[in-house]
């Protein structure tokens, strides 16, 4: 069945960066693009960014624009964000996702939380 799972989270400074991966399982990694989501306390999920199949097209939330960087390779079935000039407002609850076989996936997700 298919599986993400997400890892990298932790606490950082304002300002600071932190890379997080999404490890996919259960279906043909390379063929599906994927997308990173983030929820934060008392929020709706928001997409944060998107990447296609083979990586040659990304998207971003006019937030993360410039801070933020999708990747993917497809040889380890994994999935990154990285993620600098981290702000207090970039904390939130990251998970990946995919839509396979017109249903979608998540990961359990991964807390970031930006303070000093």
């Known amino acids: 069945q298919v599986q993400l799972v997400e890892s990298g989270g932790g606490l950082v400074q304002p300002g600071g960066s932190l890379r997080l991966s999404c490890a996919a399982s259960?279906?043909?990694?390379?063929?599906?693009?994927m997308s990173w989501y983030r929820q934060a306390p008392g929020k709706e999920r928001e997409l944060v960014a998107s990447?296609?199949?083979?990586?040659?097209?990304?998207n971003y939330a006019d937030s993360v624009k410039g801070r933020f960087t999708i990747s993917r390779d497809n040889t380890k079935n994994t999935v990154y964000l990285q993620m600098n000039s981290l702000k207090p407002e970039d904390t939130a609850v990251y998970s990946c996702?995919?839509?396979?076989?017109?249903?979608?996936?998540w990961g359990q997700g991964t807390q970031v939380t930006v303070a000093s």
């Open positions: 259960g279906f043909t990694f390379r063929l599906y693009a």
């Open positions: 990447i296609t199949s083979a990586g040659y097209t990304t």
């Open positions: 996702n995919v839509r396979y076989s017109g249903t979608y996936y």
